[in-house]
């Protein structure tokens, strides 16, 4: 080993490691070395103006670990070429371990390790060295740094530090399938020597599986290993160091492999045949039996799928799997009878629902096997012939009338007598009887169709043998109508007709309505009666399909003339026998706009669809009397107040009386009209401002022309009236004045009605035609219009 240290000591000198400063060049100094010993030179004083040549550099100290002799171990030595070996210079030692790990003769320099060192612990050590003059306590040259490596030795064994494991194979899978790959840590130096250098192998597991002895990958060694033979492997692997060779440190681990499931087992009926027996009062829907077909896969290959190959009874039961036992059950779709059928056999197949392709060679993946099931009798409630029962009845037919009978019989063998009754849940009041053993079902009580039009309710049939057992049926009985009551007009009983209205003009649809039976069940006619037939004001058209129109047969209608129109429409049904009425509809003249839509109508038209009474609407029409009267006498009173505050003068009867919407000042305000220019027109002054309105500021003064002297006082009225007439700013203010000259005549003669005609009917209003459209409303209400009989009813 010091052989080893020394080549170790001479080829760090050769390559200079450079942590020391040079030697001093000396001539009559050596190299003072020992063979065999590692030596660390430290380098003397030296002048700053010699060049200098670099000696023997020794930075690095190696220490065998886990040593264990009785002596301790000697590392190294340190010297200066200023020791001349006279004991003058001392050395000390710093850094990791010194003093506890490492120590130093302090006069020769020597170095040793006091206790075993383990290179896994730490595998270097740090330190530095000085050298003293004991003496001065002076250091003479400066301090140095070197290491103390701790030499590997093969003392540790390969670890699996993930171990044991755990890895998983499909079955049939090939030769050299990948499983998994191990990894083994050795702490010993990987670089020194072979100690880390591990190599892996199978103690136990072969010949299943096969493991690469330097990556440590497992792979399958054998083909199509089964799962279903064997599922669970459990293989040794060992790791050992130095290649592998004798004396090497082993470790070993446990990976447990598991084989995972394919689909390549079919599932098989473990029997050809399963035999059943199901009672035939068994429900519908009621699981009646399992059957089981084992697959020896696991998971979803082993999911199984169960059908009913078509043939004998297939379309009575059904079949679906179980999800969680795959077990194929047997449900029943229709009701069992054994009276008819004692005994069915079908097949059923099981298939598996997930398929691998690469084991289709092997066969199909299914099986078949034989259902036979035996069916029981079970003592059972009466059948009725039906399963609903539906009767007729006319309403008002006596008591005691069969309208019908139900039929229920015993199938089981040795059939038993059968008794009726009525669920008297169903039937309450007691409508309907039954007799017990024949079954016919007879009335109560009258019916009748208007309150009641159907009935149901339950008859319940029970074995004399067994009375337990019983069974119940629903009865519906429709009751007939008998045609007792006539049909009438359907809301509204009044309509409206425009006084403008043209002949053949439908202004009201109208329907009829029989308690007897809806329209939808009959056919209803509409006419008039046969007195209002002659000259009618309005007819009645039929649309053949339960309703009619009322159509108007007149050019135009008055108000003031007749009000009210009353029209009696006969209606008559289709059934027998044949039941009418006479209907009157009231039809009432309103004051309509071109297009039909009406504008007014009197009063009682307003208040009649609100429904009150004649009472009522005269209190209405009274406070309305007393209100209005209420209204004109205030009127009258502030007029005449204002008339008295606007006369200037109780003698002059010729002043105007004037009212304006704005109030003037009273009676000092003289500039409001100048009576003086109606009685000397000579007063009239040029381009003088209106004073009975507001002066625009943007309208000028009207340019009067002068009046002559002598000038007759009628042209002089007609002339203003002209310029009024003429002038579109003049306001629309309306004013009364009375004239001491009323002038010579009028061309529209006299207003007065002293001598206006005795009657209204003599006067001719045609005239008003010609005025206008202002005056067309005056025109209708006074046009010509025909004879009015108040005798007739139309």
């Not at 169903?426 to 007879?442: P, V």
Request: aromatic share 8%.
């Amino acid at each position: 080993m010091l052989t080893r240290n020394c080549l170790s000591l001479l080829l760090w000198v050769l390559f200079d490691g450079g942590l020391l400063t040079p030697l001093q060049p000396q001539p009559q100094q050596t190299l003072a070395t020992e063979p065999r010993e590692n030596v660390i030179h430290l380098p003397g004083q030296r002048s700053h103006f010699q060049r200098v040549k670099r000696g023997w550099v020794w930075n690095q100290f190696f220490v065998l670990e886990e040593y264990m002799g009785s002596e301790p171990q000697y590392v190294g030595k340190l010297h200066s070429d200023l020791d001349k070996g006279e004991g003058t210079v001392k050395y000390t030692l710093s850094g990791d371990g010194a003093g506890t790990v490492f120590t130093i003769d302090e006069t020769t320099g020597d170095i040793h390790a006091i206790r075993s060192l383990d290179r896994e612990e730490k595998p270097f050590y740090t330190l530095r060295a000085q050298a003293v003059d004991i003496e001065t306590r002076k250091p003479l040259e400066p301090e140095s740094e070197f290491i103390i490596k701790v030499q590997d030795i093969n003392d540790n064994e390969p670890k699996f530090l993930d171990g044991p494991y755990i890895a998983s194979v499909p079955e049939m899978s090939p030769v050299g399938a990948y499983v998994l790959q191990v990894k083994a840590t050795d702490a010993d130096d990987p670089t020194y020597g072979n100690s880390a250098r591990v190599v892996y192998s199978i103690l136990q597991g072969q010949p299943y599986f096969s493991i690469d002895p330097k990556t440590g990958v497992i792979r399958t060694a054998l083909p199509n290993m089964d799962r279903e033979v064997k599922e669970q492997y459990q293989v040794l692997i060992q790791a050992k160091d130095m290649g592998g060779q004798l004396g090497g440190l082993a470790g070993t681990t446990i990976v447990n492999i598991t084989l995972t499931d394919v689909n390549d087992n079919p599932p098989r009926f473990p029997k050809s045949i399963f035999h059943l027996k199901v009672p035939e009062s068994s429900p519908i829907g009621s699981a009646i039996g399992r059957i089981r077909a084992v697959d020896p896969d696991f998971g979803q290959n082993a999911e199984i799928e169960y059908n009913i190959v078509p043939g004998d009874g297939g379309n009575l039961f059904d079949i679906i799997t179980d999800e969680d036992t795959q077990e194929g059950v047997i449900k029943l779709k229709k009701p069992l009878d054994f009276e008819t059928k004692k005994a069915y056999t079908f097949k059923v197949e099981a298939s598996n629902v997930h398929l691998d392709h690469r084991f289709h060679s092997a066969g199909p993946f299914k099986d078949t096997a034989t259902v036979k099931i035996s069916v029981l009798d079970v003592d059972e409630p009466p059948v009725f012939s039906r399963p609903l029962y539906t009767m007729e009845v006319y309403e008002d037919t006596p008591v005691g009338t069969i309208i019908g009978a139900v039929t229920a019989q015993d199938l089981d063998v040795g059939s038993s007598a059968v008794r009726y009754f009525i669920d008297w849940k169903s039937d309450g009041d007691s409508y309907f009887t039954i007799d017990g053993t024949e079954g016919t079902i007879a009335t109560n009580e009258l019916l009748d169709r208007e309150s009641t039009a159907q009935y149901n309710f339950s008859i319940i049939a029970s074995k004399v043998s067994n009375p337990l057992l019983t069974s119940r049926v629903n009865i519906l009985i429709n009751v007939l109508d008998v045609n007792e009551f006539p049909p009438e007009i359907s809301v509204p009983y009044e309509t409206a007709v425009c006084e403008n209205a043209k002949p053949g003009q439908i202004i009201q649809i109208v329907s009829a309505a029989d308690r007897d039976l809806s329209p939808a069940g009959q056919q209803f006619s509409f006419k008039l009666s046969p007195e209002a037939a002659i000259k009618p004001n309005f007819t009645v058209r039929d649309f053949r399909n339960n309703t009619a129109g009322i159509e108007t047969q007149r050019n135009g209608y008055s108000r003031r003339q007749q009000e009210l129109y009353f029209l009696p429409v006969v209606i008559e049904d289709s059934s027998y026998p044949v039941q009418s009425s006479t209907n009157t509809m009231t039809i009432r003249v309103c004051r309509c706009d071109p297009d039909g839509t009406i504008l007014s109508c009197n009063v009682e038209a307003i208040f009649l669809p609100v429904g009150l009474s004649t009472g009522a609407l005269i209190a209405i029409l009274l406070c309305i009397i007393i209100l209005l009267a209420i209204v004109v006498l205030y009127v009258a009173l502030r007029r005449q107040k204002k008339k008295d505050t606007l006369m200037t003068s109780k003698e002059d009867i010729r002043d105007n009386v004037i009212h304006y919407d704005d109030e003037g000042g009273g009676e000092e305000d003289t500039q409001a009209f100048d009576i003086g220019a109606l009685r000397n027109p000579k007063v009239i002054e040029d381009n003088k401002i209106r004073r009975d309105i507001k002066p625009d500021s943007l309208c000028l003064p009207r340019q009067r022309p002068p009046v002559e002297d002598n000038t007759d006082i009628r042209n002089f009225i007609n002339q203003r009236l002209q310029e009024n007439d003429m002038d579109p700013a003049a306001p629309p203010y309306d004013s009364l004045a009375t004239y001491a000259y009323e002038g010579n005549g009028s061309v529209a003669d006299s207003l007065s009605s002293i001598e206006s005609l005795t009657t209204e009917a003599d006067q001719d209003y045609n005239y008003l035609t010609d005025w206008g459209p202002r005056f067309k409303v005056l025109a209708d209400m006074f046009g010509e219009e025909e004879s009015y009989n108040p005798d007739k009813v139309t």
